[in-house]
């Protein structure tokens, strides 16, 4: 899909809302809700904001097409969108390949917001400094769990966050790519304003060498659970 955001936004209010897994069918079949599969969805629930609004992967909708982008150089993917009413109940019967179609059920019509849907964190604390962490960190690696990392198998993947810098003002300035976030920081954690989480730290000493260790707080955990 090329030129994304040469598209004009075509509302539907039909389609705004919140939209849960239902089941997945064989492009070629009718849909009958009560004989319907209930195989695995490529997305569990989709949130249709105002305005075709983004959020996480999702990177937009308009009037019969939601956009979807899964980050990097990946391709901003097209999935056409149908809605039937059966029974009172409202359906979204989503084009995910030209091999199935994924069928959603409407849970809600409400108009949520982007705070709304998302899962954030207190972070309202005090600035406490902690001298250890100033300067910059450099990205080599990501680990499931801290007691993962070795020093001597770093991966091989490109790390999409480069570098943070914590500054002795409470400031914090984080690159990701070709982006530069601003962002705070307090003893223990590093503060996104924007998503509104609070990423613990914890840094250690493996062969003489301090290894920052940071979790990752971005759309997975905030709009993905």
Known sequence: MHNFDEI??????????KWAHFSTLHAQDSFDPDQAASGEGEFQEIYFLPNGQKYWIFEGWTKG??????????????HKYEIKTINNSKFMLLTSDASKVQVLMQTSDKKFSLYEIGRHDPIDSP??????????????????????????????????LKSVCFQPDGSAVRVYGNETWHDNWTQGFLIDK????????????????????????????????
């Open 8 to 17: 004009s936004f075509v509302n539907d209010e039909e389609a705004i809302g």
């Open 65 to 78: 097409s939601l956009f979807t982008h899964f980050g990097g150089d990946e391709p901003i993917i097209q």
């Open 127 to 160: 600035f406490i400094m902690d001298e250890a962490i100033l300067g910059t960190w450099t990205s080599i690696d990501w680990v499931e769990n801290i007691e993962d990392f070795d020093p001597e198998t770093l991966c091989n993947d490109t790390l999409w």
């Open 194 to 225: 924007v998503k509104v989480t609070a990423s613990a730290y914890i840094i250690k000493t493996i062969g003489h060498i301090e290894y920052l260790f940071l979790e990752w707080k971005m759309g997975k955990y905030v709009y993905g659970g």
